[in-house]
Nanobody, 119 residues
Framework: VQLVESGGGLVQAGGSLRLSCAAS????????MGWYRQAPGKQREPVAA???????NYSDSAKGRFTISRDNAKNAVYLQMNSLKPEDTDVYYC??????????????WGLGTQVTVSS
């Protein structure tokens, strides 16, 4: 199973980006999916998460500006980021709690996509 992210890039402050992440491989189902961010030398921290049923959670910095969504048929998760600020600059990683042959979910990570917001 692998996750492939896309949609990162360079944007000016106040702009928008949409991150996408799709899971592929031997998957029975996926529980929650979401996004983390990480700066060099710092711990990875959560940004947003969404359950299979569509319930969402956001970090305080993401609330009101970012929207997470998913497409269960495509095993994909998205992060619409609006009103971007320079402090949003980081590498963003998607994750998925994947159920394969065992009922115990396995957390899979993507390789990350760079988001850079210029002032």
């Amino acid at each position: 199973v692998q996750l492939v992210e896309s949609g990162g890039g360079l944007v000016q402050a106040g702009g928008s980006l949409r991150l996408s992440c799709a899971a592929s491989g031997s998957i029975f189902s996926i529980n929650d999916m979401g996004w983390y961010r990480q700066a060099p030398g710092k711990q990875r921290e959560p940004v947003a998460a969404i359950t299979r049923g569509g319930s969402t959670n956001y970090s305080d910095s993401a609330k009101g500006r970012f929207t997470i969504s998913r497409d269960n048929a495509k095993n994909a998760v998205y992060l619409q980021m609006n009103s971007l600020k320079p402090e949003d600059t980081d590498v963003y990683y998607c994750y998925a709690n994947v159920i394969r042959s065992s009922p115990v979910p396995i957390k899979i990570w993507g390789l990350g996509t760079q988001v850079t917001v210029s002032s």
